[in-house]
């Protein structure tokens, strides 16, 4: 894994340089008219504006994105492929992850001891958006899948662990079984472990 974090984003670019250069433009040129209307479309890949994608960041995702799926494979044996997305704080990556996963009238179940500022989105934010939290302890797989079976329109379980700066830990294979029986999504937060101590993709 060491190797993979030196050498794994695979990133080339057209001068070569051994590290990836750090792209400061706002925006990126088009060869043509013709070509930048296919980038703003989708039907080419290719940068458009910087706060869309950047080479920096985009070799950034890959590296993380690798470095979680190290090692794992799928189902029928190939390597575990995943795509990163870089936020500019863990709050507004916590913001995407729930909002793009949860509805007004959706159930989002997580435990106690989280970030101060997961805990107010989860427990402020979400419900004046129609979207309802619940908090339990997560720690005893007959009473956490008790639950589950009870709770209607349960979307999301979201795991700290670590949690900081509790340190509180979640059994995350556990959790991962138990709604994986009842098609019930995982989320993970896994800033103090890092995918060098913990790979929560080797329990989807």
Do not use: W
């Amino acid at each position: 894994m060491t190797s993979f974090a030196i050498h794994g984003s695979g990133h080339s670019n057209a001068e070569h340089a051994h590290l990836v250069p750090i792209y400061a433009t706002s925006t990126f040129v088009f060869d043509n008219a013709s070509q930048g209307m296919d980038r703003f479309s989708g039907k080419t890949p290719g940068f458009i504006y910087s706060r869309f994608g950047n080479p920096t960041v985009a070799a950034a995702e890959d590296m993380i994105a690798g470095l979680e799926a190290f090692g794992l494979t799928t189902e029928e044996g190939k390597p575990l492929k995943l795509r990163a997305l870089l936020h500019a704080s863990g709050q507004s990556a916590m913001t995407t992850l729930l909002l793009s996963n949860l509805s007004a009238g959706d159930v989002v179940l997580s435990h106690p001891g989280l970030y101060g500022g997961s805990h107010e989105l989860l427990y402020g934010l979400l419900p004046r958006l129609g979207i309802r939290a619940i908090s339990a302890s997560l720690r005893e797989e007959n009473e956490l899948e008790k639950l589950v079976q009870n709770t209607k329109n349960l979307k999301l379980i979201h795991i700290e662990s670590p949690a900081n700066p509790t340190m509180t830990c979640i059994d995350v294979e556990m959790v991962c079984r138990v709604a994986k029986r009842h098609a019930v999504k995982v989320s993970v937060d896994n800033t103090f472990a890092t995918p060098y101590l913990q790979q929560p993709f080797r329990h989807e």
